[in-house]
């Protein structure tokens, strides 16, 4: 097979429209901007993605359990885990259109098209907004329309609503821009409820909202998205019985590591691991690393993982007057754990396979999506071999339907439309690993023709081995 791969952000939008993996949030009305749903296929490919997280770092380890906290808690918890004044982009705005951008973006930009060996030492992630704003004046950087720009300032992520009926300071609720801090406030009622013993982790999946200002990234910065956070708790101390960070840390970048390069299938040499500097790094963070991908445009964090020392369950201690401390049932020594965070983008982690799934076949003119078949909307689609024939048509479904029932859980679908052809190439756009045709022969000898995505290759095979059959190739 000749395969390019490699593709741009435009092939991965119009094949995600076409196919109905992801579409314009409200887009009878005009759609709204940095926000995206998930179709028919898409929505499987993310619960997919969302369901191989979870057994691989909640239901596959001893040491880890899992939790599903509200979207809106308490604001007392954004002020004490500092989101109300730190969580911040620089912003600025088109003097004229009064369209607002990210500082650092337009710089990016700037940089980019103005390359000089002094431009390309400059380590944009730990300006600060001041060096920012200078960066701007000097170079004399306009908005995208050419027009002066105001000077950055830090505009708060954090989206605010009311609570109740009465409005006024006292109803202001946010909603949450971390997954993190619902598991930082249930401390400890998990350690009241469950029989953890440190080291232990508690992991969460779910949305989380901010006010991105960014456009033109597709689902890769929304406004809401979906975050799978881990809170690794620890004793610090290792003299007395705690761990080492530095070895915790490493060991949890390999699980990531080997999570997306053989969970996800992602091909490594798309991969990188960027540390953070001293000015870029979070205000509860004492080391950061970056898992960056490369998308089609550029490297760009995928999951992120910090170690936040015992930063988060101090503040609520200090503000909730709740002790959180854990005490070891041999030892009795009490003391506030710390914690190491990987804290993954589903919608990035979706973002990626498809753009690392995608191949353009030119010999036989296709697209296809070379999806591992665990993640893969569907596994299997099943086809009449022509659509008037009737003893093949109830032939045909009852397979699918068989299938469909069968213990093994197989995700299946069905096609009768146009011909054989169309089928594959729209079954292929979508990654289904196989394609099984009831024909003639099927009726005749119980066999049905089996068509792989990846090689085209075709082979016979006994309906009563083919559950079998697909099940061995798909687990
Ligand atoms: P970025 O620097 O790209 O804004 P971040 O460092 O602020 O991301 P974290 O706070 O570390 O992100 O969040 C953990 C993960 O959540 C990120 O690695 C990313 O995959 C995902 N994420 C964060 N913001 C968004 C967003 N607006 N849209 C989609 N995913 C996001």
């Known amino acids: ?25 409200s887009e009878i009305y005009g759609g709204l901007a940095n926000s995206y749903d998930y179709g028919p296929v898409g929505s499987s490919l993310l619960k997919n993605i969302r369901d191989a997280w979870w057994h691989t770092f909640i239901d596959k380890r001893p040491d880890m359990v899992g939790l599903d906290s509200a979207i809106m808690l308490r604001p007392e918890t954004w002020v004490a885990s500092g989101h109300v004044s730190s969580l911040v982009d620089p912003l600025v705005e088109d003097i004229i259109t009064h369209k607002r951008y990210r500082a650092d973006h337009l710089i990016e930009s700037w940089l980019d098209q103005n390359h000089t060996s002094s431009s390309q030492n400059i380590n944009l992630e730990s300006f600060t907004i001041q060096d920012m704003a200078d960066f701007i004046s000097k170079n004399n950087i306009t908005s995208p329309e050419g027009n002066p720009i105001t000077e950055p300032k830090a505009f708060n992520l954090l989206f605010e609503t009311q609570i109740g009926a ?33 080291p232990f982790g508690v992991g969460q999946i779910g949305k989380s909202f901010r006010n991105e200002i960014t456009t033109g990234q597709f689902i890769f910065r929304t406004l809401e998205f979906e975050q799978a956070e881990i809170e690794y708790f620890f004793n610090p101390d290792p003299k007395n019985g705690g761990s080492d960070w530095q070895q915790l840390f490493n060991s949890w970048k390999s699980d990531m590591w080997v999570f997306v390069t053989q969970d996800l299938g992602i091909n490594p040499i798309n991969l990188r691991w960027r540390k953070h500097s001293e000015t870029e790094r979070s205000h509860y963070s004492l080391d950061t690393y970056d898992l960056e991908y490369k998308y089609p445009f550029g490297f760009k964090e995928l999951w992120g993982i910090a170690y936040r020392t015992d930063y988060d369950l101090s503040k609520h201690q200090e503000k909730s007057t709740h002790k959180l401390h854990f005490t070891d049932s041999v030892t009795n020594q009490s003391f506030i754990p710390h914690v190491i965070e990987p804290a993954l983008g589903i919608n990035r982690a979706f973002l990626m396979t498809l753009c690392d799934a995608y191949r353009e076949d030119k010999l036989n003119n296709r697209v296809v999506l070379e999806l591992k078949p665990q993640l893969a909307p569907y596994q299997v689609a099943v086809f009449p071999l022509l659509k008037n024939k009737p003893d093949l ?83």
Request: charged share 30%.
């Open 1 to 25: 097979m000749v395969t390019t791969s490699n593709p741009t952000l435009e092939n991965i939008v119009a094949l995600a429209k076409r196919r109905g993996f992801v579409f314009l949030t």
């Open 166 to 198: 009465v409005s006024g300071e006292k109803s202001i609720i946010y909603l949450r821009g971390e997954t993190a801090q619902g598991i930082f406030s249930d401390f400890k009622n998990i350690l009241d409820t469950t029989r953890v013993k440190i």
């Open 393 to 475: 048509v109830s032939k045909a479904v009852a397979i699918r339907d068989q299938l469909l029932k069968s213990k093994s859980k197989l995700r299946v679908t069905y096609d009768d439309r146009g011909n054989i052809g169309k089928r594959y190439l729209s079954q292929d756009e979508i990654g289904t690993p196989f394609c099984v045709t009831v024909d003639f022969n099927t009726l005749d000898k119980d066999e049905v023709t089996i068509r792989d995505r990846s090689t085209t290759q075709q082979e016979k095979v006994s309906t009563t081995k083919l559950e079998h059959y697909l099940v061995e190739k798909c687990s």
